[in-house]
Antibody, heavy 124, light 106 residues
Framework: QVQLQQWGAGLLKPSETLSLTCAVY????????WSWIRQPPGRGLEWIGE???????TYNPSLKSRVTISADTSKNHFSLNLNSVTASDTAVYYC??????????????????WGQGTVVTVSS | DIQMTQSPSTLSASVGDRVTITCRAS??????LAWYQQKPGKAPNLLIY???SLQRGVPSRFSGGGSGTEFTLTISSLQPDDFATYYC?????????FGQGTNLEI
């Protein structure tokens, strides 16, 4: 059974860079689309961006200027960097594997397998 | 961005009730819509994709419908485990966007 395990610093100061990594266990990195999604305290979900096994990335325009998503397929993991953080970046961050409808993995699919979430707090 | 609007924001119900949550998209998304259930402190769980397809392992009391701009999630007979927050999400166009959530409470 595929599991995503994520880690990274949980407390940052304003202007620092948020860095999280997500490892894929029990399944292949290939063929799938891998996303980062965040959820501010008591609020809804915001998609940050995605990457596939070829390194193709797509970002949310609202965060694009500050976000980099990368992957290391040899280690079966992918990472999120968000620079110049502010208090509004405080959230639970999730790594997620995209769904494959009828066994076909494409961009623009729902979100299927989720990591456990990492609480990130930005405070001076 | 495509805006997703759910109603109601909070829904009070009892075990055994039939409940329906509505999700509206700001433009047509065909049937590229998913529904998720989220419990406190947990990641969301995919319930329905392509507006009406039940994800494997999800109880059949959950059903989805709609197309274009208006969609529904129906739970036919509420069970204690169903009290949670529900989100709709469009995957027709980047960026993916979610509704604000519906808190289903006792």
């Amino acid at each position: 059974q595929v599991q995503l395990q994520q880690w990274g610093a949980g407390l940052l100061k304003p202007s620092e860079t948020l860095s999280l990594t997500c490892a894929v266990y029990g399944g292949s990195f290939s063929d799938y689309y891998w996303s980062w999604i965040r959820q501010p305290p008591g609020r809804g979900l915001e998609w940050i961006g995605e990457i596939n096994d070829s390194g193709r990335t797509t970002y949310n325009p609202s965060l694009k200027s500050r976000v980099t998503i990368s992957a290391d397929t040899s280690k079966n993991h992918f990472s999120l960097n968000l620079n110049s953080v502010t208090a509004s970046d405080t959230a639970v961050y999730y790594c997620v594997r995209g769904y494959c409808t009828d066994g076909v993995c494409s961009p623009l699919e729902p979100f299927h397998i989720w990591g456990q979430g990492t609480v990130v707090t930005v405070s001076s | 961005d495509i805006q997703m609007t759910q109603s109601p924001s909070t829904l009070s119900a009892s075990v055994g009730d039939r409940v329906t949550i509505t999700c509206r998209a700001s433009q047509s998304i065909s049937t590229w819509l998913a529904w998720y259930q989220q419990k406190p402190g947990k990641a969301p769980n995919l319930l329905i994709y392509k507006a009406s397809s039940l994800q494997r392992g999800v109880p059949s009391r959950f059903s989805g419908g709609g197309s274009g701009t208006e969609f529904t999630l129906t739970i036919s007979s509420l069970q204690p485990d169903d009290f949670a927050t529900y989100y709709c999400q469009q995957y027709h166009t980047y960026p993916y966007t979610f509704g604000q959530g519906t808190n289903l409470e006792i």
